[in-house]
């Protein structure tokens, strides 16, 4: 099965001011949800979540504005298609509890993704 773009996180120096940015301008309600300083929405489209959070770091390079995640049916066989393809694995799978597991990749141009295992779908 072709994997799915499902998740859209957005990095942000100042949270709060991000999150009222994108309220206004796109309607969009974000709710709390784990960690300080994150919030999810789910009123971005069919199956599509967006996240804002504080920006972070990977693999030692600050993330940029905006971040895509894709699922995937085997998170395994997706670190083996990413290295094999030429990709370097910056994060290797990371449960996160109710969600599935997690990797952070960067392709053979440079751009960091991630890749997510989930555990059903449930924001459909």
């Known amino acids: ?5 499902r998740h859209l996180a ?21 709710t709390p949800w784990g960690p300080p300083d ?3 929405s ?9 996240a804002l959070q504080g920006r972070r770091s990977l693999g030692g390079q600050a993330m940029p504005g905006m971040e895509a995640s894709f ?17 370097k694995v910056l994060m ?4 996160i509890e109710g969600v599935g597991r ?9 751009n960091i993704a991630g890749a997510m295992q989930y ?3 449930p924001w459909k």
């Open 71 to 87: 699922a995937v049916d085997d998170i395994e066989a997706t670190v083996a298609a990413v290295e094999a393809g030429g990709g």
């Open 92 to 95: 290797p799978p990371f449960h």
């Open 42 to 50: 789910r009123s971005a489209g069919d199956g599509m979540m967006v």
């Open 1 to 5: 099965m072709p994997s799915a773009l």
């Open 102 to 110: 997690l990797i952070f990749f960067r392709d053979t141009e440079g």
């Open 119 to 121: 555990e059903g779908e």
């Open 38 to 40: 994150f919030f999810q």
């Open 10 to 30: 957005i990095n942000a120096d100042d949270v709060p001011r991000a999150r009222a940015f994108y309220e206004a301008v796109f309607g969009w309600t974000f």
